[in-house]
Every structure is written in C-alpha cells, then in structure tokens.
C-alpha cells in the first residue's frame, strides 16, 4: 500500500527509543527488529509524527519511586491502576534517545509524553488519568488529517491506548502489526488486539 498521495493520513511511530529496546532499561522482545520495517513504511507516507516517552527523574511510574516496590507490579494511583516500570525514558539521557538506525528524514513533530512527574502516559493523545490531553488530536484536526497509521513499542501498552484514543478522538485508525512489538504481560497482548478490535480499529499485518 502506497499512502504518499494521501494528504489526509499521517503515520504515528510510538516511542521507539533506546530504552524500549534489547539492551534498554525496559526492553521489549525484539523491539529493535522493527526498526527497518518502520523505515520502509514511514516512505510510504506523505506525514510522519514520533512520539517520545519522556519522563523526570524520580517519576511516579518508576518502581524505583515507591519504597518496597518492584518493577511489573501494579498499584493504585489517585487515577486507578498504575503498573510499575524500571527507570526508563528519563529526560535527556541516552535511554530515551531514539534508536540508533531509525531513519526517517521528514519526520513533522515530535510528541513528548509523560513528563508529568505524577501521571503516567501511555497515550500519545492521553495521559494515563484518562482527561489530561497532549495535544496531539487538536494538532492533527488543525492539520486536516482524517486518517492515523500507528507502529511502534509496545502494541499492547503505548501503540494500544494510542489507538483506541485515535478512535475516540474519531480518526480512522490502523494499527500495523508488523512494525509494532509487544510486551505482552499476563495475556495483554490478546487483550490489546481484541479490544481494538472492538473499538473499530484497522489491525494489519
Ligand atoms: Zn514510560
């Protein structure tokens, strides 16, 4: 499929950064073999956005940050269930850098997320208190675009909530599974699918 001509759609890639990948503070299994599918697909669209998690030192979703705490487990935040990270993605430093080998030279804006020091956000629309937004659905409605192409770490976790978020803000949404990689704790990745699924999300191979 070529969506160069596609002056409605854009092509949103979910923090594929150093940390997210074999080697990073929160690795996700093979996170790094999309790099050069993302590359070829980012060619095939006129517009392209990366987010980038990107957090304080200290933040709240690090397990690091609740004594007695370990990384994976999940606690209760002033807005629901807050699972629990390894130190990751901190401002400025390499881990949160994006990957060395991404190559994608027209790159429009650059989504930063989660550098609240109390709030998590998974999200590239979002955050993880489910009302504060990032500013990213009123960018791309100014833009005039119709249409988000999601990829990126993690399909079960960032690339998810992007894409129900997506659906709720009411672009049409595709989710590409090949250039995406999973977490997958505890079944959340048969979750993730089923449930965009559900809320009318294009998952394509
Ligand atoms: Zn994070």
Redesign the pocket.
């Known amino acids: 499929m070529n969506n160069f001509a596609d002056e409605q759609g854009a092509l949103i890639v979910v923090d594929l950064q150093r940390d997210f990948c074999p080697g990073g503070a929160l690795a996700v299994p093979q996170g790094d073999a999309i790099v050069p599918v993302v590359n070829h697909l980012a060619r095939q669209f006129a517009h392209v956005i990366l987010t980038q998690?990107w957090?304080p030192a200290g933040h709240a979703?690090f397990a690091s940050s609740h004594p007695g705490r370990v990384p994976f487990e999940t606690i209760e935040v002033d807005y629901g269930q807050q699972t629990l990270?390894p130190d990751?993605?901190v401002q400025g430093t390499e881990g949160a850098a994006f990957v060395p080998g991404l190559d994608i030279p027209g790159v429009e804006l650059i989504i930063r997320k989660?550098y609240r020091a109390n709030i998590?956000s998974y999200s590239a629309f979002r955050e993880n208190d489910r009302k504060t937004p990032t500013g990213l659905a009123g960018y791309l409605r100014e833009r005039g675009f119709e249409r988000v192409t999601l990829c990126g770490l993690a399909t079960d976790f960032c690339v998810f909530f992007s894409a129900i978020d997506a659906r709720a803000a009411g672009f049409a949404t595709t989710v590409v599974l090949e250039a995406s990689r999973a977490i997958d704790i505890d079944g959340s990745l048969s979750g993730a699918l089923a449930a965009m699924r559900d809320a009318g999300v294009v998952l394509r191979d």
């Open positions: 998690d957090h979703s990270w990751h993605c989660g998590d």
